[in-house]
């Protein structure tokens, strides 16, 4: 189960790092869509292209990570990054997912305009499910340890 759930993550990773890497190219397809804006659809955000490829380095990071979880190590260091990384990366898609209360995540203020509506169906329930499938390869972890 901890194979198919990690490989759920890398594709997941992977994916996203691929959209970032395209946009940092100067892609614009779902670009626009993907940046929370207030009542007025003003854009509060304006990302650059190294901001992308930063984006797009840590999710493939993230997916690289999940990779070698698949691992057994005897060194304490890796054992030790491995265990904060498995904490780590599902605390942060659980923020992601509950959001900064305003414009972002399930407890936005922010929601009629169009990022918030593709946040309150997408990217949020996605947050969260990767959040849940991490949560849930430290479970199984634990459990055969």
Not at 22 to 29: L, M, R, T, V
Not at 40 to 67: A, E, H, R
Request: hydrophobic letters at 50%; charged letters at 10%; glycine letters at 8%.
């Amino acid at each position: 189960m901890k194979l198919i759930l990690s490989v759920i993550l890398i594709s997941i990773f992977s994916g996203l790092a691929i959209v970032h890497f395209y946009w940092a190219s100067g892609g614009q397809f779902g670009f626009t869509t993907t940046l929370p804006a207030n009542e007025q659809g003003v854009v509060i955000l304006n990302p650059t292209p190294i901001d992308s490829i930063l984006v797009g380095i840590g999710l493939s990071l993230f997916g690289l990570f999940y990779f070698f979880v698949l691992k057994s190590y005897k060194n304490k260091f890796l054992i030790f990054v491995k265990n904060v990384g498995l904490w780590v990366i599902p605390t942060i898609f659980t923020l992601r997912a509950l959001g900064d209360f305003k414009y972002v995540g399930f407890f936005k203020q922010i929601k009629s305009t169009e990022f918030a509506n593709l946040d309150t169906i997408f990217y949020s329930p996605l947050c969260m499910l990767v959040a849940l499938i991490g949560f849930s390869i430290i479970k199984i972890k634990n459990t055969h340890n």
